[in-house]
């Protein structure tokens, strides 16, 4: 890898290499993956072009799940930076890239390994779990790991006098207290696109769309929650969405995933719920950095690629492979 390569990593989180604007990014994108025996994962709020160029698409911990199935030498993870490093932990032997570096997570942020090292410490005699959009180092301070899907089935498998500390997103948080009922020590963290859903602008919508369901992802907020006619995750608000009759939904979580919902229900309608800005609907903007050009750079010269710290990769295996035997365990 030349100097020039890495002053623009350094600089913008990406590589900035020019394109010749005849190329076409798809076909050359197709052709590279095969050349360097690459895979594509991409996740749901990922834009439209680069879901269909995947090989894979899906929510996080699913998506590092077929990374560590495949044969792929090369990992291309078109998601954010937390995604491709639990890729990473899964299939350390293999390259792991991300078209952006930049690609983050104000979740994953609004939790600072070393201040959740000294909050730890207040509760001695407490089981950590942290949901799975969190950094390698929060991972590997962490008893188990979770999902937005088997959050509730996780606690839940767990001795009543057992003392928990979840984290970092207390609205998830919250939600799996009021489902199993267990009281919990919560940090307070959030996501940014599941806290600034406008309640004034659904409730117009619904009355707009009197027969629509409104389904909403378990990191939005309590007020939220309460009004819908289902929540789960990403991957079980669009299995909801096939199997469910309705002909209209209006979705609670990051726009991205409507895409995905009219691709498996053509004859359906899909309307993302409107945050409380001008916007029509809610994107994540560290998602959405990712573009065909940076993907196809990334792909090229095979940087920026994910490096972790082989101490930080075997402490945050564990929790996470906790989590799956719990999950197997319960037949999730």
Same mark, same amino acid.
Request: charged share 25%.
């Given at each position: 890898?030349?100097?020039?390569?890495?002053?623009?990593?350094?600089?913008?989180?990406?590589?900035?290499?020019?394109?010749?604007?005849?190329? $076409?990014?798809?076909?050359? =994108?197709?052709?590279?993956?095969? !050349?360097?025996?690459?895979?594509?994962?991409?996740?749901?709020?990922?834009?439209?072009?680069?879901? +269909?160029?995947?090989?894979?698409?899906? &929510?996080?911990? @699913?998506?590092?799940?077929?990374?560590?199935?495949? $044969?792929? !030498?090369?990992?291309?993870?078109?998601?954010?930076?937390?995604?491709?490093?639990?890729?990473?932990?899964?299939?350390?032997?293999?390259?792991?890239?991300?078209? &952006?570096?930049?690609?983050?997570?104000?979740?994953?942020?609004?939790?600072?390994?070393?201040?959740?090292?000294?909050?730890?410490?207040?509760?001695?005699?407490?089981?950590?779990?942290?949901?799975? /959009?969190?950094?390698?180092?929060?991972?590997?301070?962490?008893?188990?790991?979770?999902?937005?899907?088997?959050?509730?089935?996780?606690?839940?498998?767990?001795?009543? +006098?057992?003392?928990?500390?979840? @984290?970092? +997103?207390?609205?998830?948080?919250?939600?799996?207290?009021?489902?199993? @009922?267990?009281?919990?020590? *919560?940090?307070?963290?959030?996501?940014?696109?599941?806290?600034?859903?406008?309640?004034? #602008?659904?409730?117009?919508? #619904?009355?707009?769309?009197? $027969?629509?369901?409104?389904?909403?992802?378990?990191?939005?907020?309590?007020?939220?929650?309460?009004?819908? +006619?289902?929540?789960?995750?990403?991957?079980?608000?669009?299995?909801?969405?096939?199997?469910?009759?309705?002909?209209?939904?209006?979705?609670?979580?990051?726009?991205? =995933? *409507?895409?995905?919902?009219?691709?498996?229900?053509?004859?359906?309608?899909?309307?993302?719920?409107?945050? /409380?800005?001008?916007?029509?609907?809610?994107?994540?903007?560290?998602?959405? *950095?990712?573009?065909?050009?940076?993907?196809?750079?990334?792909?090229?010269?095979?940087?920026?690629?994910?490096?972790?710290?082989?101490?930080? =990769?075997? #402490?945050?295996?564990?929790?996470?492979?906790?989590?799956?035997?719990?999950?197997?365990?319960?037949?999730?």
């Amino acid at each position: 890898m030349n100097t020039t390569f890495e002053i623009d990593i350094a600089s913008k989180g990406y590589i900035d290499a020019a394109i010749d604007p005849e190329l $076409d990014l798809v076909e050359e =994108i197709e052709r590279l993956k095969k !050349e360097k025996n690459a895979v594509i994962l991409a996740h749901y709020y990922q834009e439209s072009e680069i879901q +269909d160029l995947a090989d894979y698409i899906g &929510d996080s911990l @699913g998506l590092s799940q077929q990374a560590a199935k495949t $044969d792929a !030498e090369v990992i291309v993870f078109a998601g954010v930076h937390f995604m491709a490093e639990t890729a990473k932990i899964l299939s350390p032997d293999k390259k792991v890239l991300l078209p &952006d570096l930049k690609a983050g997570c104000s979740l994953s942020d609004s939790c600072p390994p070393h201040l959740f090292a000294k909050f730890k410490e207040r509760y001695p005699d407490h089981l950590v779990i942290t949901y799975v /959009n969190c950094t390698a180092e929060l991972k590997a301070l962490s008893d188990i790991v979770c999902t937005s899907s088997n959050a509730v089935q996780i606690v839940e498998s767990l001795p009543e +006098d057992q003392k928990i500390i979840f @984290g970092p +997103d207390r609205n998830l948080g919250a939600y799996v207290q009021k489902k199993t @009922g267990r009281e919990m020590v *919560l940090w307070n963290g959030a996501c940014m696109v599941h806290e600034i859903f406008s309640q004034e #602008r659904i409730d117009a919508l #619904r009355m707009a769309y009197p $027969d629509a369901k409104f389904i909403a992802h378990p990191e939005c907020e309590d007020h939220i929650l309460d009004q819908a +006619d289902f929540i789960g995750s990403t991957s079980g608000m669009l299995k909801f969405t096939i199997e469910d009759p309705s002909p209209v939904y209006i979705v609670a979580t990051e726009s991205g =995933i *409507l895409h995905q919902m009219q691709k498996a229900s053509p004859s359906k309608t899909f309307i993302p719920a409107p945050p /409380n800005n001008l916007c029509a609907c809610n994107d994540c903007p560290h998602m959405k *950095l990712n573009t065909l050009e940076k993907l196809y750079n990334c792909l090229y010269h095979e940087q920026p690629e994910i490096v972790l710290p082989l101490d930080v =990769i075997n #402490r945050a295996k564990k929790p996470i492979e906790r989590m799956l035997e719990i999950s197997a365990k319960l037949g999730l």
